[in-house]
DNA sequence: CTCTTTCTCTAGTGGTCGCTACAGAAAGAA
DNA sequence: TTCTTTCTGTAGCGACCACTAGAGAAAGAG
């Protein structure tokens, strides 16, 4: 591995360019964000854009997978963190709640929000596969919180995935139309008010 | 007004066309669908859409129209001729479960997917208020149950519609991504406990 | 028939899109 | 210094965008 590079150094820094096109893909989406947007703020020419990103394409997988690691880690980490279904569920929303109507950042989920009607199908796909997973690890979370008997056994893991990604993706949209926090961790109590043994006790941190 | 038309009579039908234009609108959205497009599903040429439909703002604006009174009038429906505020917002779910997976047409909801990432400002804002004029009208209708003790006191009317929307358009989504008419039916009956006086009886259709 | 009105078709407008060829600039290597 | 490597800036590529000028076609009015 080169530690010392050999030609002219970047004038920019990578990461920090980076993060400026993921904010711009945030707020306006694949296709309605233009080659010279980005140029524009990420403060660099196209060529240079082009040689260290590789094609808007590329930038924006890269994008994707940054958001996933950073703002839009708080989900697996819900998961991870919490000893129940239940509880990772809730905090995975009230998280949700201030993480899509934080003002540092554009609203909403850039997952959900930024290929919704996009001419370029590999595009769309890529985040739609993304919005799958997600749903089907919420799944898989709570049938095993069945097997175990955290939650009834009549309970159908599948339906109540489906409705906790259906909640998320509204609060998304509903941040972008304006919502606020308060708004937002409304309508996560209201959902977590239709799961099972939903005691209002539980919920006590 | 002039039942008779005096010049060359139009080659195409109206209707069909703008029903046409709705489709496409519908299923790729304001700005992933270009003028050719449209001209090529609704078969005629530029200049006869142009005469015919203003430009491509003014035809959105008329598709969004019509869709209101068309695919999307099920709303107020079931608003209008149910007798409760809950048996309006059940039907609702229900009935857009249905709608949106309807494989006679686009998958979920045009007023929710057409104009996500718009570089077109104006066209973003007007479904944005559209839909949010939707959140108001549920409010309202969950309000005056409030006031005529249909529903318990203690409601909170905008956090109950905020949930409902959220719920209605998450599964918009849903649609989009893949969910069946099923799925989303289970959606929306869980939505549906988490409301007030929630008795597993009254949904009795 | 001719005249007027309205629509349709061809062909093209200027503008923006994603992307890149090419020459020069800035670094290490020799 | 000179050579090689890598990045940067200008300038422009073909393709598509929304949109339209202008000529011809199809109807009623006279």
């Given at each position: 591995m080169a530690t010392k590079q050999r030609g002219r150094p970047r004038s920019f820094d990578r990461e920090t360019a980076l993060e400026q096109?993921?904010?711009?893909f945030w707020e306006h989406g694949y296709e309605g964000t233009s080659v010279s947007d980005l140029t524009r703020v990420m403060g660099i020419g196209a060529p240079s854009l082009y040689a260290a990103f590789g094609d808007k394409r590329t930038l924006f997988d890269e994008v994707v997978v940054r958001y996933g690691v950073t703002h839009g880690a708080f989900g697996g980490r819900a998961f991870d963190e919490e000893?129940?279904?239940r509880r990772g569920v809730a905090r995975l929303l009230r998280e949700a709640a201030a993480e899509f109507t934080?003002?540092?950042?554009?609203?909403?989920?850039?997952?959900?929000?930024?290929a919704t009607n996009c001419t370029t199908p590999e595009v769309e796909e890529s985040l739609r596969e993304r919005r799958n997973a997600?749903?089907?690890?919420?799944?898989?979370?709570?049938?095993?919180?069945v097997a175990t008997g955290e939650l009834p056994a009549d309970t159908d893991p599948a339906a109540l995935a489906r409705f906790t990604a259906?909640?998320?993706?509204?609060?998304s949209q509903q941040a972008r139309d304006g919502a606020t926090r308060e708004d937002l961790e409304a309508v996560a109590d209201l959902a977590m008010s239709a799961w099972p043994e939903g005691s209002v006790a539980e919920n006590g941190d």
């Open positions: 096109a993921l904010r711009t000893p129940t279904a934080d003002p540092d950042h554009p609203r909403g989920c850039l997952v959900i929000t930024a997600n749903v089907a690890d919420i799944e898989s979370r709570i049938a095993a919180a259906a909640v998320f993706q509204g609060m």
